[in-house]
């Protein structure tokens, strides 16, 4: 993917549109025996991006590998298409898992975005990786604030379409935004999301791979894989 550092915001904006009609968000059977979180970390304008992906057990949730990248990029930092500055680093990392996860949990948007390419839905179609994205904060559409207790959700709309969910991960905490990114449904994105919750705000494969990357960052995990 090293053809993206040299792409245009106007190339940039074409290739997102021919991504987005490969993208399946249909219902579907998943059979989930192994789940990943996936993060990255990095300044705003720096070029160092530092990507992980956590492998857990499910519905257990219990860590059982990982795989931790560095790399550059020369992408400019563009609200919209944070994917081609994050994706080629991701797509580092999870070559180098051994196994693949049956879903990759992305701590960001799938079709939850204003051209439907998040960085989920944007990986999961480069890849072929079943991805769901889980994002903090809302990009795009608009929703209903869900119930107070954990378990609580709402629609996601954009006009009549509905591109997501709110989700009450813990009670009476802001809720998170979960989008199908790819080989994934709306209602299938939820169904697992429910299943991955903790003790924490933060569904577990994506806090686990944000405390992971964290520790990459710092220098106390080397790169590669376990």
């Not at 990986?123 to 769901?132: D, H, K, L, R, Y």
């Not at 697992?192 to 220098?219: D, S």
């Amino acid at each position: 993917m090293k053809h993206y550092e040299t792409l245009s915001i106007p190339e940039a904006t074409c290739l997102q549109r021919q991504l987005r009609e490969r993208l399946d968000i249909e219902e579907r059977e998943l059979s989930v025996r192994l789940i990943g979180g996936a993060d990255i970390s990095l300044n705003l304008y720096s070029s160092t991006i530092y990507a992980g992906i956590i492998l857990l057990s499910f519905p257990q949730l219990q860590p059982v590998g990982w795989s931790l990248v560095q790399a550059e990029t020369r992408f400019p930092y563009v609200p919209g298409y944070l994917a081609f500055r994050e994706v080629p680093a991701l797509v580092d990392a999870w070559r180098q898992l051994a196994v693949k996860p049956d879903v990759l949990v992305i701590d960001g948007h799938g079709i939850a975005h204003p051209r439907r390419l998040g960085i989920a839905a944007h990986f999961g179609v480069e890849t072929g990786q079943p991805s769901i994205g889980c994002a903090k904060k809302l990009l795009t559409g608009q929703y209903h604030e869900p119930g107070l207790l954990v378990g609580d959700h709402t629609p996601i709309m954009a006009g009549t379409e509905q591109i997501g969910h709110a989700f009450r991960s813990k009670s009476k905490v802001a809720p998170v935004f979960v989008s199908p990114g790819n080989l994934v449904g709306l209602n299938n994105s939820l169904e697992i999301i429910q299943q991955c919750k903790g003790r924490y705000r933060i569904p577990e494969p994506t806090r686990l791979a944000h405390e992971l990357v964290n520790r990459f960052r710092r220098g106390e995990v080397a790169a590669g894989t376990q």
